[in-house]
C-alpha cells in the first residue's frame, strides 16, 4: 500500500524518465537496433513501471499520474512486442527473386482456382458466343468499341494502319498500368466477401477473354489474335490470376477452413502474402502495360511470328520464374 | 484483451496491467477523410500545374505523367502519411486520430497498405457507405479495411490536465491540515470517482441552482463515506467547497509531464 504517494512518486520517476528517454529514442531512430544490456535494461523498466501502474491504479486515485503511467507503458509495450518488422532489412531483390515466387508456390491451389474459375469464365462466354452469336455485344463491354465489328475486318484495318511510336503512346501505356493494378488488386480485396467477388470479378474477366478468342478464331484470325495477345497478355493474365489468387487466399481465411485458428489470427497469418502477391502482380502489370502500348498493337503480318514467339518466350520465362524462384537448390547452383 | 461497450479497446498485457484506448467513430473519421480528400486534391492540382509545363515539351508524357502521379497519390497518400508519421495523415492530425495495431502494438507495413488498398470496397457504392455500415456494425467500430489488416482507429488520448487552479483559486484547502487523512483519501478513491469530481467542479455553471445544490450534496456524500475529516475542517463547509477541497488534494501535487 502506498502510504506516502509522493515519496513513490520521488522514488520511481527517474525510472519512468529513464524509459520514456529509451522510447524516444526508439521513436526518433525506428531502426536502431537495441544491444542485449539495453534490451533488457528496456524490459526491467517496462515491468516496473507497469508494476507502479498497477500499484497506482489499486492504492491511489489519481488521475494524471495514472495517464502518465499508462501512456508510458502502453507505448513501452508496443515497443516492446512489435515483430521485428521495421528493424528488420527489405530487400527488395530478394523480395522480387525468393519471396515472391515462394509465396506464389505456398498457394498454388489457390492460383489454382483463380486460374480454373477464369477458366470456366472464358469457356461460358465462348459457348454462350456459339450457341448465340448476337450475344457478343453483351459480353465485350463498350469500352472496347474496336472489338465489336467483324474480326477479320478489324485486322485488315489494324494491318494497313500506320502504327505511330509516339502518338499517344505513352498515355496509352500508363492509363493501361494503371487499370490493370487495380484489377489485380481488386480481385484480392474482394477475396474479403468470403471469395465471392473474387470469383465473380475472374468468371466476368474470363467470359470477355473467351468470348474474343472464340470471336477471331471462329473468323479465322487465330494468328492474329495470338500476336496480339500474347506478347502482353502472357504476364498480364497471370498477374490477374494471382491477384485473384491472393482473393481466394483471403475468402479462405474468411472462411477458416482447417484450422481452429480465429478470424484475426487466421487473417493476421496471410497478411504478407496478399501483400506480397499484390505487389509481384502490380510489377508484372507494369511490364505487360509497357509491351502493351509498345508493342501489341503493332500489327504488322511479317511481325506476328515474332511477337507470339516473345510472348511464349516471356511466358515460359514467368512459369520458369514462379517455379524455380527462391528454391535452395537452384539458389545454391547460382551462388557457386 | 477484452472490449468495452463498443466505445474503447481494453488492453491487457502480460504484466496484468490493462489500459484503454477510445475507438473513434464514423463521424469524426469521415471529418478525417474528408481533409485528406482535401488534400489529395490540392496534390493533384500542384501535379497538373506542374505537368502543364512538361506538357509544352511532350504532350503524350505529361499526361502519361498525370495519369501515374495521380493513381500513385490515390493509392499511395495514406500508405505513405501513415507509414511516416505511424498511423497517422493529415486529416487524421487534425482530427487527433490515429490507427493503431488491433492489439496495441506497432503499426506494420503491410497492415498499413492493406487497410489503404481495402478503400476500393470500402468506398463502395459511394461516399464510403460500405466501409460507414461495416464501422457502425462492427464491435470495434473498423471498416472492412481495418478488419483484413488488423487495425483500430483510436482518438488520441490527450493527458488530462484540467485547468484546475484558476477554478479552484487560492482558497485554502483545509484538508491540507491533515496529510494523512488526505493520503488515504488518495489510496481510496478510484480513478474514474476522481474524474466525476472534477467533472463536477469544471461544470459548475452548467448546472440549475437547484440540481447543482443535490448533484454537489450527493458526491460530497459519497467522498464523506471514503474518509472522515474531523468536526473541525468540515464545519460550515458547503456540499460544493468539500467537493472543491476534494478536488485540490488529489491534484495538488501537480506532476508536469
Given at each position: ?212 478468342a472464340f470471336d477471331y478464331i ?118 557457386k | 484483451m477484452a472490449l468495452g ?214 458526491i460530497a456524500d459519497f467522498f ?34
Amino acid at each position: 500500500m502506498i502510504l506516502d504517494l509522493d515519496a513513490f512518486i520521488e522514488k520511481e520517476r527517474p525510472f519512468w524518465d529513464e524509459l520514456r528517454a529509451l522510447l524516444k529514442r526508439q521513436g526518433d531512430q525506428p531502426n536502431r537496433r537495441m544491444s542485449i544490456d539495453e534490451a533488457q535494461r528496456f524490459q526491467y523498466l517496462y515491468q516496473r513501471a507497469s508494476s507502479d501502474l498497477v500499484k497506482i491504479k489499486t492504492f491511489a486515485g489519481d488521475v494524471e499520474i495514472k495517464n502518465y503511467l499508462e501512456n508510458l507503458v502502453a507505448r513501452a509495450y508496443s515497443q516492446l512486442h512489435e515483430e521485428s518488422d521495421r528493424i528488420a532489412r527489405f530487400s527488395p531483390l530478394r523480395w522480387f527473386f525468393s519471396t515472391f515466387p515462394q509465396t506464389f508456390r505456398r498457394h498454388w491451389k489457390a492460383f489454382a482456382v483463380s486460374f480454373g474459375t477464369f477458366l470456366v469464365g472464358a469457356g461460358f462466354g465462348a459457348g454462350m458466343l456459339v450457341n448465340d452469336y448476337e450475344l457478343k455485344a453483351d459480353f465485350i463491354p463498350g469500352q472496347f468499341g474496336h472489338l465489336s465489328g467483324k474480326p477479320s475486318e478489324r485486322v485488315e484495318k489494324e494491318e494497313r494502319h500506320e502504327f505511330d511510336y509516339f502518338q499517344s503512346r505513352q498515355t496509352f501505356s500508363a492509363s493501361l498500368m494503371a487499370n490493370n493494378i487495380r484489377v489485380s488488386y481488386m480481385a484480392m480485396v474482394m477475396g474479403i466477401t468470403y471469395g465471392v467477388g473474387t470469383v465473380i470479378l475472374l468468371f466476368f474477366n474470363g467470359t470477355m477473354i473467351g468470348a474474343i478468342a472464340f470471336d477471331y478464331i471462329a473468323d479465322g484470325q487465330i494468328v492474329f489474335l495470338l500476336g496480339w495477345l500474347l506478347p502482353h497478355g502472357s504476364i498480364e493474365l497471370p498477374a490477374i490470376f494471382i491477384g485473384g489468387q491472393a482473393g481466394v487466399v483471403l475468402g479462405r481465411a474468411m472462411f477458416g477452413w482447417g484450422t481452429d485458428l480465429r478470424l484475426r489470427q487466421r487473417l493476421k497469418l496471410i497478411r504478407p502474402d496478399l501483400l506480397t502477391l499484390v505487389a509481384g502482380a502490380s510489377l508484372m502489370m507494369v511490364w505487360a502495360g509497357i509491351v502493351e502500348s509498345f508493342l501489341s498493337q503493332y500489327h504488322r503480318p511479317q511481325l506476328y511470328s515474332w511477337k507470339i514467339l516473345l510472348g511464349s518466350i516471356e511466358l515460359i520465362a514467368l512459369i520458369m520464374f514462379l517455379y524455380l524462384g527462391g528454391r535452395k537448390k537452384w539458389r545454391k547452383g547460382r551462388d557457386k | 484483451m477484452a472490449l468495452g461497450k463498443t466505445t474503447e479497446l481494453k488492453i491487457q498485457t502480460p504484466e496484468g496491467v490493462e489500459f484503454s484506448l477510445p475507438l473513434a467513430g464514423p463521424v469524426t473519421r469521415c471529418a478525417a477523410w474528408a481533409f485528406d480528400l482535401a488534400m489529395v486534391v490540392v496534390l493533384f492540382q500542384i501535379i497538373s500545374t506542374v505537368l502543364q509545363v512538361l506538357a509544352i515539351i511532350s504532350g503524350d508524357m505529361a499526361m502519361a505523367l498525370s495519369i501515374g502521379l495521380q493513381f500513385v497519390v490515390m493509392i499511395g497518400y495514406g500508405i505513405f502519411f501513415e507509414w511516416l508519421w505511424k498511423g497517422q495523415t493529415i486529416g487524421k492530425r487534425i482530427m487527433k486520430l490515429q490507427v493503431i495495431d488491433e492489439r496495441g502494438m506497432t503499426l506494420k507495413l503491410n497492415q498499413i497498405v492493406l487497410r489503404n488498398l481495402f478503400r476500393v470496397v470500402d468506398s463502395l457504392p459511394v461516399f464510403y457507405l460500405v466501409g460507414g455500415l461495416s464501422c457502425l456494425l462492427s464491435s470495434r467500430a473498423q471498416r472492412l479495411g481495418d478488419l483484413a489488416a488488423g487495425t483500430l482507429v483510436v482518438r488520441r488520448k490527450e493527458i488530462a490536465e484540467p485547468e484546475l487552479d484558476e477554478l479552484l483559486g487560492d482558497e485554502v484547502n483545509s484538508f491540507r491540515e491533515f496529510p494523512r487523512l488526505e493520503a488515504q483519501l488518495r489510496q481510496r478513491v478510484s480513478a474514474e470517482e476522481v474524474r466525476l469530481a472534477v467533472d463536477a467542479v469544471l461544470r459548475r455553471n452548467e448546472l440549475e441552482s437547484k440540481s447543482r445544490l443535490s448533484v454537489y450534496k450527493e458526491i460530497a456524500d459519497f467522498f464523506r463515506d471514503k474518509v472522515e475529516f474531523p468536526e473541525e475542517v468540515t464545519h460550515g463547509l458547503s456540499d460544493e467547497q468539500y467537493v472543491r477541497n476534494v478536488v485540490a488534494t488529489l491534484f495538488e501535487r501537480k506532476m508536469k509531464i
